[in-house]
């Protein structure tokens, strides 16, 4: 019997790179979706190589598929698809595969290699608008990227925990956002960690050019995923009190822009 199932791409609001380390990100599944059928005939609008997880859709559904069953087996589907992203980058923190399978928004703490910790966040806020614009596909693959941070960390192991430590508040104070628990800026909670990841040094020179313009019409941005140095860095994600002020300009700049839909969906059927 022909079935067909679908995994949603995703973005990583905060956190990216430190949650290799045992600190907390926040991810979301978005409106983007990969589908795979029985036959091994793949469809999907989630770009690849840009950072919002084409590969780990990509295991996830190819896992789905594998096992079968009604309902899916959401743990077994994302061990499995977990086995596959380590053949692609040797040292992921799993939060890729965790948020395609299990969809929605998701705090996310790998504390070791057999204990990954997550929980859903449910918003008790309208969550903000957030848009996204490719600042171009990087030179660098998420392996190497994780590889370039795993060097720094190596050679410069407090000056990185303490950069992550700040990560880590950025994560702890967007929950506290969206339980409403606390008065949060959001931009400036994107803005704070986009000056981290500058300082971690992942962000490239003309994708820190695009962040600085967006800041100068009042927006906050920062890229999403692993980053790229030589090149480009990838997706980056924006917010802006007024919509329209950003629409307008990304248009006058001739960038495509998407808004990312949050707290999609994980794997499922599709037929
Ligand atoms: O595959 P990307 O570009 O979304 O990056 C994954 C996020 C990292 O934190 C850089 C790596 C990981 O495994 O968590």
């Given amino acids: 019997m022909k079935s067909?199932?679908?995994?949603?791409?995703?973005?990583?609001?905060?956190?990216?790179?430190?949650?290799?380390?045992?600190?907390?990100?926040?991810?979301?599944?978005?409106?983007r979706r990969l589908s795979i059928d029985s036959f091994g005939k793949v469809q999907s609008d989630v770009p690849i190589g840009a950072g919002m997880g084409s590969s780990a859709a990509y295991a996830v559904a190819t896992s789905a598929i594998k096992f079968g069953g009604k309902p899916l087996n959401l743990e077994k589907i994302n061990l499995d698809a977990y086995e596959m992203e380590k053949k692609r980058h040797g040292n992921p923190s799993g939060i890729d595969n965790t948020i395609s399978t299990y969809g929605g928004l998701l705090w996310y703490r790998k504390e070791t290699e057999n204990l990954k910790v997550f929980k859903q966040l449910?918003?008790?806020?309208?969550?903000?608008?957030?848009?996204?614009?490719n600042s171009g596909r990087p030179s660098e693959t998420t392996k190497?990227?994780?590889?370039?941070?795993?060097?720094?960390?190596?050679?410069?192991?407090?000056?990185?925990?303490?950069?992550f430590k700040e990560v880590e508040k950025i994560a702890k104070?967007?929950?506290?956002?969206?339980?409403?628990?606390?008065?949060?800026?959001?931009?400036?909670?994107?803005?704070?960690?986009?000056?981290?990841?500058?300082?971690?040094?992942?962000?490239?020179?003309?994708?820190?050019?695009?962040?600085?313009?967006?800041?100068?019409?009042?927006?906050?941005?920062?890229?999403?995923g692993a980053g790229g140095i030589k090149t480009d860095s990838g997706m980056v994600m924006i917010y802006h009190d007024v919509p329209n002020v950003l629409l307008d300009f990304l248009k006058s700049l001739n960038l495509e822009v998407k808004e990312a839909k949050l707290d999609e969906e994980g794997v499922r059927y599709e037929e």
Avoid: C
């Fill in 4 to 31: 067909k199932i679908s995994a949603p791409g995703k973005i990583i609001l905060f956190g990216e790179h430190a949650v290799v380390y045992g600190y907390p990100a926040i991810a979301s599944a978005i409106n």
């Fill in 122 to 133: 449910t918003s008790k806020i309208n969550p903000p608008r957030l848009f996204l614009v």
């Fill in 144 to 163: 190497e990227m994780v590889a370039y941070v795993k060097d720094l960390h190596l050679n410069k192991t407090q000056k990185i925990e303490d950069l």
């Fill in 173 to 224: 104070s967007f929950a506290k956002f969206i339980f409403n628990e606390e008065a949060v800026n959001f931009g400036t909670l994107i803005h704070q960690n986009e000056l981290l990841l500058e300082r971690l040094g992942v962000v490239s020179e003309s994708t820190k050019n695009l962040i600085r313009k967006i800041e100068k019409i009042g927006g906050m941005a920062k890229i999403t």
